[in-house]
């Protein structure tokens, strides 16, 4: 047992689910007590989808259980495939249904349906919702990709793997990334499951490489499909400028063509390069999110916008070895959870000026009084927005840009903050007034913390005059100083002995 209030990730079907209707003739049963159908409105509410999702509930009840349940099932896995007509139909059960052992897949087998059906083993109780849509995935290509004929002349093709319904900005990034394939000169062959049917995915094979641009989603069946068919992949997943440049040449070799013929067209370096971007150097950063989103998102923080990555972690599990490795590049300890609470305390030891995280951490840093923008999933219905919006290629890292740097203090605020900290408007503690009433980032009051050295009164009122996005930072660095030094009191004078050191 686990108590949990908030998840990063809901149940593996529901990324099954994702799959189902990210494709097109797909068609899922799901073996589901009865009020599962919440799922639907995540697509028709949050993504705003104007039809239901291709999903068939069983919804049994509580006194269907002294009956047959796998009766309910076949039924109703009949009735949808005659009512649907899909070209395929995926089975498989939810939690409840789990504890049932109804087996779906051996239940549809014996019904001998016209369409082929791929059977889905989704363990509810050790896996999450990426998993099982890359599972989902992964089990479809198995299904249909086969082996490529006699290849057509033409430019190079790929594939487009790992976009999804209910994915962060993937409609977006798909039509980001499809731009950059076409500048190079690369044929995209299939974008899969995002609007795919299942005769695509029979075609995937006719691309020379897999452009994998969710490892979450899209990694499993990228590396049957490399084991299988010899077809190589990208690594690189172009979030951000220096990524984006880097996918190309990644593209480039594998097609083998001349990365040079892709201009640099994002405003990011020469915005990060004006002089109103110099005080954002050095700003404290806390990333959390997917694995694939957190690890982009710390390598823009410190290559393209000069922040210091404080804090880096994700819940994403199956990715703690490339977490770890991003992490270490940054001189710091990778933070693996899917507990919001250690998440929440991590940001309010490091007292980061800037969160960059999930709508959780939106949340987390609402509390804490920190400015705040989302990066990955989970989020709401605001981050499936009517613009354009993507997180990759050059138009990606413009957004990345305006988003992240919107919820900070502008520089000449910020300036007037620390000049005249009594003002009635530009008061120590009031939020940024680009965002409005200027009470979105008030930072609880900090209290000092009795610790082995004590604040003398008239240190504690010089701490209090440093503006308060970097007081906790000064705070910590003054008691270590004091600690080492074996200091029971801070006064006024270990305070600014610690600054000259601390600035050295
Ligand atoms: S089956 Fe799973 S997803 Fe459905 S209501 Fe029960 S716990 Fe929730």
Same mark, same amino acid.
């Given at each position: 047992m686990e108590l949990a209030l908030w998840t990063y990730e809901g149940?593996?079907?529901?990324?099954?689910?994702?799959?189902?209707?990210?494709m097109r003739g797909v068609h899922y049963v799901l073996h589901a007590p009865q009020g599962d159908t919440y799922a639907d409105l995540l697509f028709t509410m949050i993504e705003r989808r104007a039809s239901r999702p291709p999903v068939t509930y069983t919804t049994f009840q509580a006194r269907d259980l002294g009956r047959d349940t796998a009766a309910l099932f076949m039924d109703a896995a009949r009735d949808a495939c005659e009512r649907f007509r899909p070209e395929a139909m995926l089975v498989g059960a939810s939690c409840t249904a789990e504890l049932i052992q109804d087996d779906p897949g051996g239940l549809a087998r014996t019904l001998g349906l016209p369409v082929p059906v791929v059977p889905l083993e989704l363990p509810a109780y050790q896996k999450k919702e990426n998993w099982g849509a890359a599972e989902t995935f992964y089990r479809l290509v198995r299904a249909f990709a086969a082996p490529r004929g006699t290849r057509e002349v033409g430019p190079p093709r790929a594939n487009i793997l790992g976009p999804t319904s209910l994915g962060f900005r993937h409609r977006d990034d798909v039509t980001e990334v499809e731009g950059l394939l076409r500048a190079l000169g690369v044929a995209v062959n299939v974008v899969a499951p995002l609007g795919a049917a299942p005769a695509d995915l029979a075609r995937l094979c006719e691309a020379d490489f897999n452009v994998v641009l969710y490892p979450e989603v899209a990694g499993m069946a990228a590396a049957y499909l490399q084991r299988q068919f010899g077809m190589p992949q990208t690594r690189t997943v172009p979030i951000g400028v220096g990524a984006t440049r880097d996918f190309l040449a990644e593209v480039a070799s594998l097609a083998g063509l001349d990365a040079g013929r892709v201009a640099v067209s994002s405003r990011l370096p020469w915005y990060s390069?004006?002089?109103?971007?110099?005080?954002?150097?050095?700003?404290r950063v806390f990333v959390f999110g997917d694995a694939t989103h957190a690890i982009a998102a710390a390598r823009v923080c410190a290559e393209e916008l000069g922040f210091e990555v404080v804090g880096l972690g994700s819940y994403s599990r199956e990715f703690?070895?490339?977490?770890?490795?991003?992490?270490r590049a940054h001189g710091?300890?990778?933070?693996?959870?899917d507990d919001y609470l250690k998440v929440e305390e991590a940001i309010a030891a490091l007292r980061p000026e800037l969160v960059l995280g999930t709508q959780m951490e939106r949340h987390v840093a609402k509390r804490l009084g920190i400015p705040c923008a989302v990066i990955s999933a989970p989020v709401h219905v605001q981050d499936f927005p009517a613009r354009h919006s993507p997180q990759m290629g050059f138009e990606g890292a413009n957004?990345?840009?305006d988003t992240w740097v919107h919820p900070l203090m502008m520089g000449l605020e910020e300036h007037l903050l620390g000049m005249f900290r009594e003002d009635f408007e530009f008061a120590d503690g009031a939020g940024p007034s680009h965002l409005g009433h200027g009470t979105a980032a008030v930072p609880p009051p900090e209290p000092i913390p009795a610790g082995p050295a004590a604040w003398a009164a008239e240190a504690e009122n010089e701490l209090r005059k440093i503006p308060f996005f970097v007081r906790?930072? &000064?705070?910590?660095?003054?008691?270590?100083?004091?600690?080492?030094?074996?200091?029971?009191?801070?006064?006024?004078?270990?305070?600014?002995? &610690?600054? &000259?050191?601390f600035s050295r």
């Open positions: 149940p593996p079907h529901v990324g099954a689910m994702r799959v189902a209707a990210s390069r004006s002089v109103d971007s110099t005080y954002l150097t050095g700003k703690a070895r490339e977490l770890r490795e991003a992490a710091i300890e990778a933070l693996l959870t957004v990345l840009f906790g930072k &000064a705070r910590r660095n003054t008691e270590r100083f004091a600690q080492e030094r074996g200091l029971r009191t801070i006064t006024l004078e270990t305070l600014y002995d &610690a600054k &000259a050191h």
